[in-house]
């Protein structure tokens, strides 16, 4: 950790997390961002839907906001780890409020173009934003805390998506307005800036680990070998991958699922929501209450069987009810997988290298919820939306069951690693 936080008493519960104000000022910025970005979100997918009618349509949007995470996410994570994490969280932060503003023009079918284009700008941008969030986080509270504050930013972040997706449905559903929403969500996108500006940090200094100053691609190199040689990093790297190889596809699929074979106006999708939430709130709040106690890798494993097994049952829904009771489960599992995965990334390397891992990973994630989007519609057509969901739910529980040997049986984490 840093000398500051080195310096300092450590500190154990959700109380003495909250009471540290640099951490409150960030987590506060997230969720007002959290609850913007969900609004928008489900927005973009009806609004496609409604101009198109497009399962091909949704695929790329959802493709456009995973595609620069994977094209220049890996070198994204260098000038992170050269850049003041709080500046570039700024910048990032006004830019994609001022992007989101342009999807008012997006009003007929025409206009798509205008709507890919904002998409891919938005998420071009948001690629620096999230691998400086998960460093400047780690600058901020001790090692001791950082599982509970990844649960703690993980379940906020469902509960106010629960809100933004119930606020989107309502709107939408009832008066028809997308307007509304894309302002909102500028707006939350400012107001982040704000508090992240409050944020106290230690000072930011550029490491060199030799004489010379370091090419790009001598950084990137850096960061592959700590993530290389470090077993329990390559598999959290897989694990992840191999999941969103699986899940992509239902990012896509679940909007059509819902509208096109259950039926549901999109006023249920609040409630539908609610479900999942409920069991991630409730899944969040255990992992944050018993963090000292959790081993993330077991975590990992075992929350990806789980979320496989309930994924494959989506198949077999016929009532709106059916979704609520496999959502919950879903939900509880997925949120201590979240925080395990973002703990390990923060506590393995050392703090001038996590920029560069956190978006490794974030890349191999993005690499693989790409492909699986891009094929999401080609085999929904050959082999039906339902049995998409059959097969993302296989691929999942692969995910967890290669974890297994990878950890290996004595998964230690130490805090601090130096590269």
Known sequence: MSEANAAA??????SDLLRNKNFRWLWLGQIISNYGDSLTALALLILINRLTGSTAAIATVAILMALPQVTIGM????????????????????????????????????????LYTLTLLQATVGVFFSPARMALLANVVSGEELLAANSLSQTSRIIFGLLGTASAGVLIGLWNDFSIIFITDALTFFISALFTWRVIAPAFVRRQTGARVKTIYDEFMVGMRIIF????LVGVLISAAVVMLGLGAVNVLFVPLLINELGL??????AIEAAQVAGMVLGGSLTAILAARLQPTRM??????????????????TQVWHIMLLLFPIGMAMMPVNAAVATLTQVLV???????IGAALQTMIGAANITSMALAGVLAGLMGVRNVFVLAGVITILAGVLAIPIFGKNP???PESAP
């Open 412 to 414: 230690a984490v130490v």
């Open 229 to 232: 040689a470090s077993r329990v």
């Open 9 to 14: 008493p450590k500190k154990h519960g959700l």
């Open 350 to 356: 050392s703090d001038e290298l996590r920029g560069r």
């Open 300 to 317: 990992i494993t075992v929350g990806l069987l789980v979320v496989g097994l309930g994924v494959a049952a989506i198949a077999a829904v």
């Open 265 to 270: 106006p999109e006023t249920w999708f609040g």
């Open 75 to 114: 070198v994204a994570g260098v000038f992170v780890d050269r850049w003041n994490r709080k500046i570039t969280m700024i910048v990032s932060d006004v830019l994609r409020g001022t992007v989101v503003l342009g999807l008012l023009l997006v009003r007929n079918p025409e206009d798509v173009w205008i």
